[in-house]
């Protein structure tokens, strides 16, 4: 079946630090792929989505673009800020409503 | 307007009472869905209702009722809960048959504590 795997938290940086989390996939087909973030006390908000190869995502600075070649999704961006500090879901749908999560990331952003 | 909107916020339920939460979106999407999440878990799907219909029930316990009255809004009927089924609830929407339909837009949640 389908899975998505995330790099194990929490990721702790520093205010203007660069930022990758890891995020690769397994499915059939030619599933899309999202990035979700989720503020403490708050529901998911997408933040990103690629649907096809060599797609890149991007919002509020964050990039991901969906290599096919390597089954990954990663998420960049080049300076965080404390406002950052979230979980972050990586995610793919292959059909029939459903979205597969990964387990999630917490990033923490010290000023 | 990507908004889903949720009541209440929170909610403390006896084990032997009935509550209801409620999700509602304007969007037009024609697919709503239930998650409960855990605490440092992703959300689980619970229900997807497809035009009003169910389509999806993962194995829910009867104890949690999914309603869609109409194409706008989506309940979930809660009765005889147990301490277990406390987490943050989740709706989310979605359009159905077109190009974005894998695209799921979630609601902020009700937090529920169930004593």
């Known amino acids: 079946g389908d899975s998505v795997t995330q790099m194990e938290g929490p990721v702790t940086l520093s205010e203007e630090a660069f930022l990758t989390i890891n995020c690769t996939y397994t499915?059939?087909?030619?599933?899309?792929l999202f990035w979700y973030v989720q503020y403490p006390g708050e529901g998911l908000q997408l933040l990103l989505k690629a649907t096809k190869a060599d797609d890149k995502g991007s919002n509020k600075g964050f990039e991901a673009t969906y290599r096919k070649e390597t089954t990954s999704f990663h998420l960049e961006k080049g300076s965080v800020q404390v406002s950052d500090s979230a979980v972050y879901f990586c995610?793919?749908?292959?059909?029939?409503?459903?979205?597969?999560f990964g387990k999630g990331t917490m990033l923490l952003v010290s000023p | 307007d990507t908004e889903v909107t949720q009541t209440p916020k929170h909610l403390v339920m006896g084990m032997t009472n009935k509550k209801s939460l409620k999700c509602e979106q304007h969007m037009g999407h024609r697919a709503m869905y239930w998650y409960k999440q855990k605490a440092k878990k992703p959300p689980e799907l619970m229900f997807v209702?497809?035009?009003?219909?169910?389509?999806i029930n993962e194995s829910v316990p009867s104890r949690f009722s999914p309603e869609c009255p109409n194409s706008s809004l989506l309940n979930l009927h809660l009765h005889a809960l147990q301490p277990e089924d406390s987490a943050l609830y989740l709706c989310a929407s979605s359009q159905v048959g077109s190009g974005d339909q894998e695209t799921q837009y979630f609601g902020p949640g009700t937090r529920l504590l169930v004593l």
């Open positions: 209702y497809s035009y009003e219909k169910l389509s």
């Open positions: 499915a059939t087909g030619y599933p899309s």
């Open positions: 995610a793919l749908y292959s059909g029939y409503s459903t979205l597969t």
